[in-house]
């Protein structure tokens, strides 16, 4: 061994007994972190209460599931939050959020009333933008996103009031066809079923499902019948012995949102607060604040041979409609 390798070797056995002298066996496993807001706030212009979700992350020593269903440990006891309308450069107008008792279902967690924060609608009209700020108690710098006002939608002018799956698909007129309106990036279609349901007496029923997920033309707006009559058995049940049921109508609701939408619902809807957002427009936190648009068309009713498959088709005679 020549003296420059001998001299290295020396060098680093004296580097591993220092190390090893100075290690101890009360090793940190894991360096609890502060805690990051989360907040989900979806606008909808036309709701009459607005409700706003803020949680935050955590950390600490223990089983996840365990520190997850203390409340202290997901939830902040009081903010300072508000809504804001902006018309360009200028803010002219505000308001405010409160506690709420409305819960969401936590699925494996515990449910805690007022982890949800709310605000009545007074908006007015003319902004062009909406700012969310949320001060937070020890934090230097309050939370705050901004998203532009998206343009109003109007329900179908041309409208027939009548689904007829046959003998073509029905093709669903949804409003601004082929080209979104300003600041219009999400389309989907839900539709609210109502029925009646016989037990001793007519009960009135409803279930509301979603029928098309972001609508793109062509193909994203026709609507097949074992499409359409699946997602019937999906939200119905089947009938037993004592119940028998009648057809009332349909409501087609058209829900538009902003670019934030489609994330909003793959992370907020699906994950709650389990799950960060692959992507986010929430500033010193994480989530999303978007908006949404909706218009509704009331009381239409199904083609005759439409109905004559819901009562009698091999897809949806287990949910035992009858005609009348």
């Not at 109502?194 to 793109?216: A, P």
Request: hydrophobic share 40%; aromatic share 16%; charged share 20%.
């Amino acid at each position: 061994m020549n003296p420059f390798t001998r001299f290295s070797a020396t060098i680093a056995a004296v580097f591993l007994l220092i190390n090893f002298s100075s290690c101890s066996n009360d090793i940190d496993l894991l360096d609890p972190a502060d805690p990051i807001p989360v907040v989900y706030f979806q606008i909808n212009p036309a709701d009459k209460i607005f409700y706003l979700t803020l949680t935050r992350s955590f950390s600490g020593d223990g089983n996840g599931y365990n520190l997850a269903r203390d409340p202290n440990q997901i939830f902040y006891d009081s903010a300072d939050i508000r809504l804001e309308g902006w018309s360009d450069q200028y803010k002219v107008w505000e308001t405010e959020f409160k506690h709420s008792d409305r819960t969401k279902i936590p699925g494996i967690f515990s449910e805690v009333p007022g982890y949800c924060y709310e605000a009545v609608n007074s908006l007015p009209y003319g902004f062009t933008s909406y700012r969310l700020v949320i001060y937070l108690p020890g934090m230097s710098s309050p939370i705050f996103s901004r998203i532009p006002v998206m343009s109003e939608i109007s329900a179908p002018s041309k409208f027939d009031h009548e689904i007829a799956l046959y003998p073509d698909v029905y093709k669903i007129n949804f409003p601004g066809a082929l080209e979104y309106p300003s600041g219009i990036a999400y389309r989907q279609l839900l539709c609210e079923f109502h029925y009646q349901e016989y037990e001793v007496t007519w009960v009135d029923r409803s279930v509301l499902f979603t029928v098309r997920k972001d609508m793109i033309p062509p193909g994203g707006d026709l609507l097949y019948p074992d499409m359409f009559f699946n997602l019937l058995v999906k939200n119905i049940k089947p009938i037993n012995d004592t119940i028998s049921r009648k057809f009332i109508s349909i409501d087609l609701i058209f829900l538009v949102g902003d670019e934030y939408f489609n994330n909003y619902l793959d992370t907020y809807i699906n994950a709650g607060n389990m799950d960060l957002p692959p992507k986010g427009n929430i500033s010193n936190g994480y989530g999303l604040f978007t908006m949404v648009r909706s218009v509704k068309n009331e009381n239409m009713h199904l083609s005759q041979r439409t109905f004559d498959s819901l009562w009698n088709g091999e897809i949806t005679r287990k949910l035992g409609f009858v005609r009348w």
